[in-house]
T-cell receptor, first 118, second 112 residues
């Protein structure tokens, strides 16, 4: 049981290049998330998915696209990388969240991808 | 103003010390509260949930004050292995989707 895995672990891009970050989970979780972490900013939600075939925007979606073609995979794409996208990217997953009563399922995070855009 | 605010520290304490971290949140619609732990260059991991009545897990005690929108984490008898960044996290529901809002973290260094 690998939990949440991310590839690649490190990447250096030039401005304008494109790339895709892959997240995979083997816990049969419905919810998946992409965050970025920058110094002094905390983790910020980029996009998320509440199930296979669905995606939604988070707090900082501009410049990113996502796809959830299979339940276990969540892809994050950068079409034209910019230096402002230099960051550490974390993927996370959680089980089906409860209703409005506030019940919650723990989010499990992948090990992160360190991306530098020159 | 950030929705979840923490003192970034660092807090430098000797082994065996008691240390407390505080966190405030601005959105009264926040419904669930957590502390996550993040080791250097690693991913965040859930440390504990925070309940209204306060809760304890070994050397760790979490408190929530909804009226003041304030969350705390107390660590007793600090160990070297407690050195990490502690993230205050709130879960805010929009419709049937919950989203985690993270504070920027408080760094703890426990020294021998």
């Amino acid at each position: 049981n690998a939990g949440v895995t991310q590839t690649p672990k490190f990447r250096v891009l030039k401005t304008g290049q494109s790339m895709t970050l892959l997240c995979a989970q083997d816990m049969n979780h419905e919810y998946m998330y992409w965050y970025r972490q920058d110094p002094g900013m905390g983790l910020r939600l980029i996009h998320y998915s509440v199930g296979e075939g669905t995606t939604a925007k988070g707090e900082v979606p501009d410049g990113y696209n996502v796809s959830r073609l299979k339940k276990q995979n969540f892809l994050l794409g950068l079409e034209s990388a910019a230096p402002s996208q230099t960051s550490v990217y974390f993927c996370a997953s959680s089980g089906l969240a409860g209703g409005g009563g506030g019940s919650y399922n723990e989010q499990f995070f992948g090990p992160g991808t360190r991306l530098t855009v020159l | 103003r950030k929705e979840v605010e923490q003192d970034p520290g660092p807090f430098n304490v000797p082994e065996g010390a008691t240390v407390a971290f505080n966190c405030t949140y601005s959105n009264s619609a926040s419904q669930s509260f957590f502390w996550y732990r993040q080791d250097c260059r690693k991913e965040p991991k859930l440390l504990m949930s925070v309940y209204s009545s306060g809760n304890e897990d070994g050397r760790f005690t979490a408190q929530l004050n909804r009226a003041s929108q304030y969350i705390s984490l107390l660590i007793r008898d600090s160990k070297l292995s407690d050195s990490a960044t502690y993230l205050c996290v709130v879960n805010r529901w929009t419709g049937n989707t919950g989203k985690l809002i993270f504070g920027q973290g408080t760094t703890l260094q426990v020294k021998p």
